[in-house]
């Protein structure tokens, strides 16, 4: 099992910035799991925000050049950096991993942390 922790939400101003954490633990391949961002507005789908592999990144085309994932695998914990942010980005981020450990496939939400960017 895998377990995921956000942390890092709040309230912020309109052009303010926010850093999430997420740190993993239980049975994670700390090099190979893909570990990603997520979010959900009121009314909306759950979508992409960023996710990252090592040695790769990839950002919802609304994020890139304003949010900045990364990772430390010696910790099991994922990051995103939100500069420049925008009302539009209010919504509910979770964190996602998923991966294979002694064979068997994970893929494990953490409980979520509001962003709200007021205007």
């Known amino acids: 099992q895998v377990q995921l922790v956000e942390s890092g939400g709040g309230l912020v101003q309109a052009g303010g910035s926010l850093r999430l954490s997420c740190a993993a633990s239980?049975?994670?391949?700390?090099?190979?799991?893909?570990m990603g961002w997520y979010r959900q507005a009121p009314g909306k789908q759950r979508e992409l925000v960023a996710t990252?592999?090592?040695?790769?990144?990839n950002y919802a085309d609304s994020v890139k050049g304003r949010f900045t994932i990364s990772r430390d695998n010696a910790k099991n914990t994922v990051y995103l950096q939100m500069n420049s942010l925008k009302p539009e980005d209010t919504a509910v981020y979770y964190c996602?991993?998923?991966?294979?450990?002694?064979?068997?496939?994970?893929?494990?939400w953490g409980q979520g942390t509001q962003v709200t960017v007021s205007s």
């Open positions: 996602h991993a998923e991966g294979w450990y002694g064979g068997i496939y994970y893929s494990n």
């Open positions: 239980g049975s994670i391949d700390s090099i190979n799991t893909m």
């Open positions: 990252t592999t090592t040695g790769n990144t």
